[in-house]
């Protein structure tokens, strides 16, 4: 095991009714922004709690933050905030709208130019402090303090993370999902399952306690995955979901590690030139990168295959593993080959070229190389069997 920091300062509110708790957390400040995405929140009733829970502060509200936050978007919160003297925002939402808002905290008090945060690596000292109330959950970034912002002028896509940027608290209530349309659902528990691996199916480490971590939650998004798309009103399946895509990027389990995060970084760029879910690009990449690293990855795949999915004898192999990861994908109903999703070879040129230009070197034995991806994408191309 590597020697590691740990550091999460994050207060979670778990459970139903715990918006009504937010008044308690919030009282040091003043001005208020809400932010949001495009309006579920008025539909599903969360909106009138969380400005119920606000009576008495000055509430500055703004909208309109999408899937995949938007640099462009943001800058528009960025300009409300800094005209209101906004001493706290809520952000009110999915991961997307949790990142978002984590750029806008970080960039009012930013004297530079806001992108550069993320597209040059600028360090964040200062943040205007946050909360969450959780609506979606995937991404883990109500326990965290990264975040992914796009920019749709350059078609980029790029993560930042800093300690300034961890949430002061984050509300986690089960009931708020129930409305959620079933693709948003399975494309979270994809996104879930692959931040675990992303940490998890390295090389072995000797860590012993992070490993028998991530297996617990590989194996209960598997259990639970599916039974939650059945039945969106079981509370104790949406809370057994939302609390695994928590803990899933938490830092917990890539404390002493080493991780991957190759299959995310291709992944952003499917979504920043094409279009694509997360949830989707992440489906479609990792069962592609296995078969293209199984070899880097031998020791830990049959252990994965082992202990996660149970295979032995002649089953024990890093293919079955593979194919059992794919096969869940597809058994929340997320297709996991770009033909799928109609994309050919030329469509992913410019994403090979980009990686070409940037000259990047991923994964844990930062052996994914430009050639290298362009190889993982081919195979996302061959038709599912």
Known sequence: MKNFEFYNPVKIL???????????????????????????????GVYEKVVNALNGKKVIEFGGIEPNPRYETLMKAIKLARENNVDFVLAVGGGSVIDGTKFI?????FEGEPWDIVSKDVKVENAIPFGTVLTLPATGSEMNAGAVISRDATKEKYAFSSPAVFPKFSVLDPTVTYSLPKHQVANGVVDAFAHVLEQYLTYPSNSTIQDRFAEGILQTLIEVGPKTLE?????????????????????????????DWATHMIGHELTAFLGLDHGVTLAIIYP???????????????????????????????ERAIEETEKFFRSLGVKTRLPEH??????????????????????????????????????????YR
């Open 231 to 259: 039945n969106p009103t079981d509370n104790n399946l949406r809370a057994t979901f939302m609390w695994s895509c928590t803990m899933a990027l938490n830092g917990l389990i890539s404390t002493g590690v080493p991780t």
């Open 342 to 383: 109609g994309i050919s070879h030329t469509d992913i040129k410019p994403i090979v070229d980009r990686f070409v230009a940037r000259g990047w070197k991923l994964g844990e034995n930062q052996n994914i190389t430009p050639d290298v991806v362009e190889k993982i994408l081919r195979r996302a191309l061959e038709p």
């Open 288 to 318: 592609a990168l296995l078969t293209e690293m199984a070899e880097f990855k031998k020791e830990k795949l049959l252990q994965y295959a082992s202990r996660v999915w149970y295979l032995s004898g002649n089953n024990l192999t890093p």
């Open 105 to 109: 905290v970080a960039s009012v008090p």
């Open 14 to 44: 778990f459970g139903e009714g715990q918006i009504d708790k937010i008044p308690q957390e919030i009282l040091p400040y003043h001005t208020i922004l809400i932010a949001y995405g495009r309006g579920s929140i008025k539909r599903n």
